[in-house]
């Protein structure tokens, strides 16, 4: 964090944000979450009038995976998710710093409060990283989502599978659902982040912390509020062919997102759109610290470095 509370919009290069960016993401997924996503999905995915028959919370979740297919397991689809934050840190921040300019140097000369521009903002490239680097979230979902029985044998054959059976647009499967789920979740996340940002630096926080502490508060509101469109996102990555290979074999067909909405409504509940949320939490809360603080310390170094 900037010393003197300074927007994190209004900080960097657009390069320095780029390369911070990515490092960021990357440094996040590696240190942080790629168990814990794996055990996210499989809850999400899960219909829960049978949980009391397979799992029923994260910690069983977590055992059986390990106890049925090994530790390793716990790391299904590692290498998609890695390029996915790799790419997506740099797409999302570089296009949130570029919005940012362009808002404040408009020619009409008018700024936006500075909630209303960071909500914009921040939607904007939550929206646009998730349609840039959607394919690899659908790839690390359906690596996430086999059991013993391994439906792709390798990342190659996984999107040679996909395309030969359901074409180019296979790899976008719930792609509406998951802008509709990132676009106001980004968008809530970059505003709250952004206030609480301001507010921390004043309390001199040891090591730029107060990042870390922004990002674990902005990350669980945000998340809260829109996170059944992601359990729907989801539900819909694993549709096609290979639907009733995957761990769980009764997943149902689900076409849209409303429509999928409704369906989950009916067959389990309210509560069915929001499983996996502890886990999700869990993951959020230390994810986006991370996240931030990477980001800062990185943006830091590439300034000083520019410097020199």
């Known amino acids: 964090m900037s010393d003197d509370g300074k927007h994190l919009k209004d900080e960097g290069s657009n390069k320095q944000v780029i390369l911070a960016g990515a490092t960021a993401g990357l440094i996040s997924r590696s240190f942080c979450i790629a ?13 829960q009038p049978t949980l009391s028959a397979i799992n029923k919370g994260a910690i069983r979740t977590a055992k059986n995976i390990v106890k049925e297919e090994g530790i390793r397991a716990l790391w299904k689809g590692n290498v998609p998710a890695e390029l ?22 408009n020619a009409l000369g008018v700024r936006l409060p500075d909630a209303a521009e960071s909500f914009v903002c921040g939607a904007v490239a939550g929206g646009a990283a998730t349609a840039a680097t959607y394919p690899l979230d659908l790839l690390r979902t359906r ?18 599978d996909i395309y030969r059976s ?3 647009r296979g790899y976008f ?19 709250n982040y952004e206030t609480l940002r ?39 990555q694993v549709q096609g062919p290979s639907r009733e290979r995957y761990v769980y074999q009764n997943i149902p067909v689900y076409k849209g997102v409303v429509a999928t909405l409704r369906a989950i409504v009916r067959l389990e509940g309210w509560r069915g759109l929001y499983g996996g949320l502890t886990v999700s939490l869990v993951k959020a809360a230390p994810a986006s610290a991370i996240t931030m603080w990477t980001y800062g310390r990185a943006l830091k170094v590439l300034s000083e470095l520019d410097r020199d």
């Open 35 to 47: 168990p814990l996503d794996v055990v996210k999905i499989r809850l999400q995915l899960q219909i």
């Open 84 to 105: 996915l934050y790799l790419l997506y840190g740099g797409a999302q921040f570089s296009t949130y710093h570029g919005l940012a300019s362009l808002l404040r140097d």
């Open 198 to 236: 301001v507010l921390l630096a004043q309390l001199h926080w040891a090591f730029g912390s107060g990042d870390a502490v922004a990002g674990v508060l902005a990350g669980i509101l945000a998340k809260t509020g829109v996170f059944p469109l992601d359990l729907v996102r989801k539900r819909l």
């Open 143 to 160: 690596f996430a989502a086999q059991g013993r029985e391994r439906v792709y044998h390798s990342l190659r054959a996984c999107i040679r």
């Open 166 to 168: 359901e074409g180019p």
């Open 173 to 191: 499967q719930g792609l509406g659902a998951g802008v509709g789920q990132v676009v106001p979740y980004m968008g809530l996340f970059f505003a």
